[in-house]
């Protein structure tokens, strides 16, 4: 695996125009005091000697650690009401893609957080960013009262939008509900009095009052009392396209041309009552599903001539597939009004056109992040945009390979854990660095029970979809060497061998379906 080495910190340049190089700020002078710069060196240095000796996955160290392990997970779960799904609290190390946790056991860590360590743990060029940011007098910045690192945050990100859509305004905060939040304030505000919205089914926008409402999961909104106008659009599904081919019509044209009927109807049903149309391009908990780039082009172009706004949430999408932006690795940018992104930036954003640039007094809070998620937000998008991440010979798209691979290697050799089914056309989805597959055809109990058995075995995965359910990964690939694959699987194989003889037998699949791939 490669990491980055420590640099020194960027600083604006203490000049303004016709007024020549200024006098350093007591701050500027303090952040580059050679003490300090030596302190953070050593202290980067010496958490990386700890860091190097983690070099694969193991147990506890030692029955006592488990023990005291045991004993706190108690102690948390009593604090927030309900167990923890999985029995993980960090020791505050690891290495790469590796994490120790506080009983010493270390595992591979291919959930990042659910995406926010891109990166991986204990990166040393994340940790000199963080030690740069704790130089600062305080810890948490607002919209009021701010310092640069705020403003040049933005600055980053909104240079990288504006290469292949027409945002050009980024609005901070430390949530990915906030931003949709935010982002709906917006095209609400923009339509006015259109107050009703459309979305994919099976999407998922967050947790707050409203975001749980717009989300597609009846489950994460019981008891909470309906207040927004939702209608919902069909994603695209390969299944059902690849069974309405017809004459020398295929199958993926008329489902598209089913969407854009049915997204008609939508709008003559309710005129000029639709303030934004949110499209998730890669669908997240939904379950890693994928549409072609056409399916969306269209929605958007019925938006765009009925002045519905296009909202693209790419909150987990964010950085993550074969271009920095999702819409600009589909070739979308041109229809996009507004977008958040979020995780792996470390503090969120909704951004916007400057024709949806909102009127004062919409959008503030006391907080939009901390000093610490600022400062190694803006290093995570400059290491993206300068490393050798996106495009077709892009080291995003080469680990997609290296995983799909190794799945159908996995099925090849174990096709009964790997059963064709009707709900999907592949064991292998995703975009980019959003990996899923799916064991035991896509049932929920038996994937539910995988997860758990890969995190006993070393792997940290999670679920997502909502039947068929998969396997899902988001792993650090700014940091992931490709020689990890087989052992990741050897682990995934040895999981799953433990797992399959408790599962009860599956019904023989059905006759007529097709083998994997396609």
Known sequence: MTQTAPHAPQTPASTQPGHGAL?????????????????????????????AQITDVRGPLSPQHKESFEAFMARAGEARGRALMYPYVGSGIGHGPFVELMDGSVKYDMLGGIGVQFFGHSDPGMLEAQLQAATANVSMQGHLTFNEEAALFAETLVAEAAKCSNLRHAFICNS??????????????????????????HCFM??????????????NRQGIPLSTLVDY??????????RMSAGDVSGPTRYIDMAV????????????????FIFELVQGEGGFNTALPEFHRELMKVCKASKIAVWDDEVQTFARTERMFCFDALGL?????????????????????????????LLSATFLGSTDALYTGRRVIERLRDGPYYGDNGSIRRHHQHFAAQVRALAAKHPDWFPP?????DIVGGFGGMMRFTPFGGQKDPVMKLCKALFDEGVITFYCGHGPYHVRMLPPLGILDEKHWPRIFQ?????????APTLPKAAPAPAGLPLFPP
């Open 261 to 276: 009927w049915h997204l008609q109807q939508l709008i003559d049903r309710y005129p000029r009552q639709h303030a934004c």
């Open 176 to 201: 990915g509900a906030m931003a949709n939040e935010n982002a709906l304030k917006v095209c609400y505000q923009k339509h006015a009095p259109a107050s009703r919205v459309i979305a994919f089914s």
């Open 421 to 425: 089914s009707h709900e999907f056309v």
């Open 23 to 51: 006098a350093p700020t007591l701050a500027q002078q303090a952040r580059q005091s050679p003490a300090v710069q030596a302190a953070i060196q050593t202290i980067v240095r010496e958490i990386g000697s700890r860091s």
């Open 233 to 242: 659009m069909p994603f695209y599904d390969p299944a059902a396209a690849r």
């Open 206 to 219: 967050g947790r707050s009052v409203t975001m749980c409402q717009i989300g597609d999961a009846a489950a």
């Open 333 to 361: 940018g041109e229809y996009i009004d507004v977008s958040c992104v979020g995780k792996l930036t470390q503090v969120c954003a909704a951004l916007y056109t400057k024709e949806y640039n909102p009127q004062p007094g």
């Open 491 to 499: 682990l995934i194989e040895s999981a799953m061998a433990k797992l």
